[in-house]
């Protein structure tokens, strides 16, 4: 999935690439499709962690935090490949945080529920507003950087007691579920090159198979993205 480069140890995976296909009912989706969208939702997390787990053993620290999904937990109509795909995360990292602990590795996931992405900002407005911001208390998307302080704190030594938690980062009132239908997909597919950030030295894993080296900062030590 991607190749090795010779840009030090990782301490710190977080994977967060992830596309959804279109909003079709199971009958009419393609091999293709599913496919496509578990090859990057589901397969691209456990390639990424495997590659890294080795290292991680071997120094004997090491912190992961995948990214799941709201529709993981709550299913979505029209999206049966995306909601399996961030379904199996969570199974995937309760499985792994077991194989870790002993290493001094903790593995957990965030679960967010509507965020200002590119992919959600790719709703109609008119089904944004009449179906999804009514359900959310605050009557507002999540912020990326909300995301992205929990994951600050999962890859930190302050959260070295926490393994195996699939952390929901959402309105508890909310009630992800969208019943009225529409003649287009309610998201879109990502550019090809969609990013899975790993925040030692500030690597990214890409989607065409490469990884290269960014400005030295580590999670480790410094507790920031």
């Known amino acids: 999935m991607f190749r090795r480069v ?4 990782l301490d710190v ?14 009958v ?25 787990l080795s290292g991680m053993v ?7 935090v995948n990214i799941g999904s709201i529709n993981g937990q709550a299913g979505q109509y029209g999206q049966v490949n995306y909601a399996a795909a961030k379904s199996g995360i969570h199974g995937f990292t309760k499985a792994l945080a077991q194989e870790g602990a002993k290493a001094g590795i903790t593995v957990n ?8 992405t590119e992919m959600v900002k790719a709703v109609p407005k008119e089904v944004l507003d009449k179906n999804i911001l009514p359900l959310i208390p605050l009557g507002r ?4 950087d909300e995301i992205a302080r929990c994951v600050v704190f999962l890859a930190s030594d302050a959260s070295g007691f926490m393994t195996g938690r699939y952390q929901m980062v959402s309105e508890s009132g909310e009630r992800f579920e969208i019943r009225k239908l529409i003649s287009k997909p309610l998201c879109v597919s990502p550019e090809p090159d969609s990013t899975v950030t790993c925040c030692t030295a500030s690597r990214t894993l890409r989607g065409t198979g490469t990884a290269t080296p960014g400005p030295a900062r580590s999670c480790r030590r410094t507790g920031s993205l």
């Open 28 to 52: 009419e989706v393609t091999d293709e499709e599913w496919r496509r969208v578990m090859s990057i939702d589901a397969d691209g997390v456990f390639f990424c962690n495997r590659a890294v």
């Open 6 to 9: 010779p840009a030090g140890p």
């Open 109 to 116: 996931a965030i679960c967010p529920g509507y965020i200002a």
């Open 141 to 144: 998307l999540g912020e990326p």
């Open 58 to 64: 071997e120094r004997g620290w090491g912190r992961v």
């Open 13 to 26: 995976l977080v994977c967060s690439a992830g596309i959804t296909g279109d909003s079709l009912p199971t």
